[in-house]
């Protein structure tokens, strides 16, 4: 599989192989995660995070999830992407870090204006855990 290396800018703290750390400020303990993978040839955005828990999220769910304003209203809260509109073969064009707390990610349809928050990824991923265990039973 391919795996994607993203670049880190001048605000994260780099440990080294692609590796991010918790970010502590006065106030807040950014928990991010301890690996990231794109696997491209498997179409799944691959979390890990320091607790043990992994995720791996399929770019298709990810794209249909995008949190920007143009996916969701900012009036309602309400989806305005169609999900059946996003095709099953979208994928990562580039990826970029955001700060200390997301990544931004450029979809090979064109769209990059979705900021996805290490807490959005982890709800992300928890929901597919379940779903993927509800349908197991």
Known sequence: ???WTIARNSTST???HGLLTPIETDTVSIDVPSRIRFLTDLGLLWLEWSDGLSYRIPFR???QLCPCA???SETTGQRVLDP???PADISPSDVEYTGSYALKITWN???DTGLFTWD???EIG???QRHEADDAD
């Open 1 to 3: 599989a391919t795996i």
């Open 14 to 16: 780099h440990t080294g």
């Open 61 to 63: 769910a990810l794209r």
């Open 70 to 72: 143009s996916c969701v």
């Open 84 to 86: 059946d509109s996003v």
């Open 109 to 111: 349809d064109g769209h």
């Open 120 to 122: 959005y990824l982890d």
């Open 126 to 128: 928890q929901a597919i």
